[in-house]
């Protein structure tokens, strides 16, 4: 297990430096520029190069449905040393742990985001979701990979490292990448408990990530688009001033007067 994380942890370093000049440091000065903490409030733009890392995942991930035995076998037999015949079952439920972080983490005053509010919030991570889910189940039942445990073939990707990923790359996006590392924490911890309860080969997991990372990204892509599609982006004309007169002459009435 310690393997699985070590590589998980290098491999996660090499995600957050991918958007560094999207974010920008509040007040902590970081030698390499990566920023530690804050966001500023600008729109997530695409870069080539957030592609690489979870393309490279990607890419180990699908080999392992058709080779990579041997690695795919050291990983589990070095975890089997740890589990005792125990299992534990909180991946089932810490997988959304980083979804509610990310939806509620902005309600607090001290923490800088990047959106403009609770509703961008949502469209970013409903979108996000969305697409995760459709590209998760259409690659289970394409590869149709068997699990280790079962043989049930529907292991690559998988779902529970997927779902996590994609809430953990998000707080990233939202929140700078301080509190990413925390995401990505959970993140790890659900990844490598998947292999510790045999449910999923390192590989499934390597997919997973990768496809949570890039459905993340996605979401925020795409959020101007669907600012623009639902007519947020548009500016509400506001009256400064309301004035009510009679009118009393050869007519009589009311004069409306508005100031904006």
């Known amino acids: 297990m310690r393997d699985f994380v070590a590589v998980l942890l290098i ?12 974010n920008v440091v509040d007040t902590v000065a970081v030698a390499d520029s990566v920023p530690v903490l804050g966001v500023v409030q600008e729109p997530y733009g695409f870069r080539p190069r957030q592609l690489i890392v979870p393309g490279i995942f990607l890419t180990v991930g699908i080999t392992g449905v058709y080779a990579l035995d041997g690695m795919k076998n050291a990983f589990r037999e070095n975890i089997s040393g740890y589990k005792a015949d125990r299992k534990f079952r909180a991946d089932d439920y810490i997988q959304y742990a980083t979804a509610v972080g990310y939806l509620g983490l902005g309600f ?24 995760m889910t459709v590209v998760v189940n259409a690659m289970k039942y ?113 004069s409306l007067s508005l100031q904006f």
Do not use: C
């Not at 403009?116 to 697409?131: C, I, P, W």
């Open 11 to 22: 491999s996660l370093f090499a995600v957050l430096p991918a958007q560094a000049s999207e």
């Open 108 to 131: 607090i005053p001290q923490i800088k985001t990047r959106s403009h509010g609770f509703r961008d919030r949502l469209m970013a991570g409903v979108t996000a979701y969305a697409v």
């Open 142 to 254: 394409s590869f149709r990979h068997p699990r280790p445990d079962s043989g049930a073939r529907n292991s690559f990707p998988s779902g529970h490292s997927a779902t996590v990923f994609t809430g953990a790359e998000l707080m990233r996006i939202e929140y700078g990448n301080g509190i990413g590392l925390a995401g990505y924490a959970v993140a790890v911890t659900v990844g490598a408990l998947r292999i510790y309860n045999d449910r999923h080969w390192i590989t499934d997991v390597l997919g997973g990530a990768a496809i949570g990372i890039l459905s993340a990204r996605i979401g925020y892509w795409l959020l101007p688009f669907e600012r623009k599609l639902f007519g947020l982006d548009k500016k509400k004309t506001s009256v400064q001033d309301v004035a009510l007169l009679p009118m009393i002459g050869n007519t009589t009435g009311v």
